[in-house]
């Protein structure tokens, strides 16, 4: 393996360890901050270079405007059908920036982002002591 190889398996590991620990301080937050709020599933779409449909969901904030957002993690067996009633949690000052609020779409975003992270790091040291 050249260094250029190893350079993108250490960088990979960086951008996984970045989106994991920016998904789980912005879940802190909502869950300390977050303004709480029913959404519905609206509409679904099919993302490109994707077998699954990504839910669309629209609640109403605080201000009485309704805001749709699309969830972080999508795939399917998450039970998001169309007209199918969701909790959600948003920032009160970007209500934009919303999750549904479930055990099963909070975790696994930041959870699997680290454990990438734990992987690709893991591979680069195994690559270099093996060398």
Request: net charge positive; hydrophobic share 45%.
């Amino acid at each position: 393996m050249t260094a250029r190889d190893m350079f993108c398996v250490v960088l990979a590991s960086l951008a996984c360890l970045w989106g994991g620990v920016r998904e789980a301080r912005l879940q802190a937050r909502l869950r300390r901050y977050g303004v709480h709020a029913g959404g519905v599933v609206v509409d679904q779409y099919l993302a490109p270079a994707d077998d699954n449909l990504t839910p669309v969901i629209e609640f109403t904030d605080r201000q009485g405007r309704p805001v749709r957002f699309t969830p972080v993690a999508t795939g399917t067996g998450l039970g998001l059908d169309l007209g199918t009633r969701v909790p959600v949690v948003h920032l009160p000052e970007h209500p934009e920036i919303a999750r549904v609020f479930t055990r099963r779409y909070l975790r696994p975003m930041y959870i699997s982002m680290l454990a990438g992270s734990g992987i690709f790091l893991g591979v680069a040291v195994w690559i270099v002591l093996k060398s």
